[in-house]
């Protein structure tokens, strides 16, 4: 089945830095790629999704990169807000349709 | 608010028993995925019932059933609890069966917690 591996588990910047969660996946059928913010004790939500036919997508200060030959993808946040400060799932979704998911990371924004 | 609803919100139970959680689609979707949320385990795929029917199979234990209804709700039954069944458990709904086609909204999750 899928594998997919997420970095860094814990990510801390400065308000108003950059900041980019990088996630490989092992399975080359993979063709849908979400990435979810969770903030504590809320529910997972969809903050951007790509699919294998797109190289780079963008929703204002999000943007998520992918790489098929490497599979990889990652998602980049710039101008980053006190309120980015959540956990971040990627996950990769192969023949099943299933997403398999990456540990997540935790984001902290310091003010 | 994604329009998926989990009851109950918190659960407490001992070892050894058996609970249900429930689960509302959005209104119009027909795919209902559960999924397992543990400190050490990340977030699990459970299971994913499309209008009724069983789709796919993830890492669910033969202790843990799972239904939807022709109203299209769905259940997640755990029995002969163990104190690492102790979790988030979140439902997820999308208009289509496959998830390239559609948005998986969450419900807020089910927190039990076995003692």
């Known amino acids: 089945g899928e594998n997919v591996e997420q970095h860094p588990s814990t990510l801390s910047v400065q308000e108003g830095d950059s900041a980019v969660i990088k996630c490989t996946y092992s399975?080359?059928?993979?063709?849908?790629f979400p990435w979810y913010k969770q903030e504590l004790g809320k529910r997972p939500q969809l903050i951007i999704d790509?699919?294998?036919?797109?190289g780079e997508k963008k929703d204002q200060r999000i943007a998520v990169t992918l790489n098929k030959t490497a599979k990889h993808f990652s998602l980049h946040i710039t101008e980053t807000q006190p309120e980015d400060s959540a956990v971040y799932f990627c996950?990769?979704?192969?023949?099943?349709?299933?997403?398999?998911f990456g540990r997540g990371t935790s984001l902290i924004v310091h003010p | 608010d994604s329009g998926v609803t989990q009851t109950p919100k918190h659960l407490i139970t001992a070892t050894g028993q058996r609970v249900t959680l429930r689960c509302s689609p959005r209104s119009g979707d027909l795919s209902v995925y559960w999924y397992q949320q543990s400190l050490d385990q990340g977030l699990q795929f459970l299971i994913q019932?499309?209008?009724?029917?069983?789709?796919a199979k993830g890492n669910i234990l033969e202790r843990f059933s799972a239904q939807q209804f022709p109203d299209l709700h769905s259940e997640l039954n755990l029995s002969s609890l163990e104190l690492g069944d102790s979790a988030l458990y979140f439902c997820?709904?999308?208009?289509?069966?496959?998830?390239?086609?559609?948005?998986?909204?969450f419900g807020p999750g089910t927190r039990l917690t076995v003692t």
């Open positions: 399975d080359s059928a993979s063709n849908y």
């Open positions: 996950a990769a979704s192969e023949r099943s349709y299933i997403p398999t």
């Open positions: 019932y499309y209008n009724g029917e069983e789709r």
């Open positions: 997820a709904s999308s208009t289509y069966g496959r998830t390239e086609k559609g948005e998986q909204y």
């Open positions: 790509i699919r294998s036919n797109v």
